[in-house]
Nanobody, 123 residues
């Protein structure tokens, strides 16, 4: 299984970015896909999750209303659309897959991880 994250960059506060996570190596219909982030000196935190089969979504309170997670079955890709970015959103963002039918915010439940992509938001 491979998860390839991309789309990070340096933006200003209020700007938008879209992260992509291309998944390969298996069928993900029984998986939950999640985005996590880790800022320097802080613990990794859950950002958003989506069930692959039913597209049920769940967000951390800190990003609710600003970020949108979605998936494209044909491209086997999960997206994280990030709007109204704030400096506190600066972090390395990673995508992950959990063999689970319900979204979990516990990183330990995720079986596969992609490499991170850096998002930096300047004030």
């Amino acid at each position: 299984v491979q998860l390839q994250a991309s789309g990070g960059g340096l933006v200003q506060a209020g700007d938008s970015l879209r992260l992509s996570c291309a998944a390969s190596g298996r069928t993900f219909s029984n998986y939950v896909m999640g985005w996590f982030r880790q800022a320097p000196g802080k613990e990794r935190e859950f950002v958003a999750g989506i069930t692959w089969s039913t597209s049920i979504t769940y967000y951390a309170d800190s990003v609710k209303g600003r970020f949108t997670i979605s998936r494209d079955n044909a491209k086997n890709t999960v997206y994280l659309e990030m709007n109204s970015l704030k400096p506190e959103d600066t972090a390395v963002y990673s995508c992950a897959a959990a063999y689970n039918l319900q979204i979990t915010t516990d990183a330990r439940r995720y079986n596969y991880w992609g490499q991170g992509t850096q998002v930096t938001v300047s004030s």
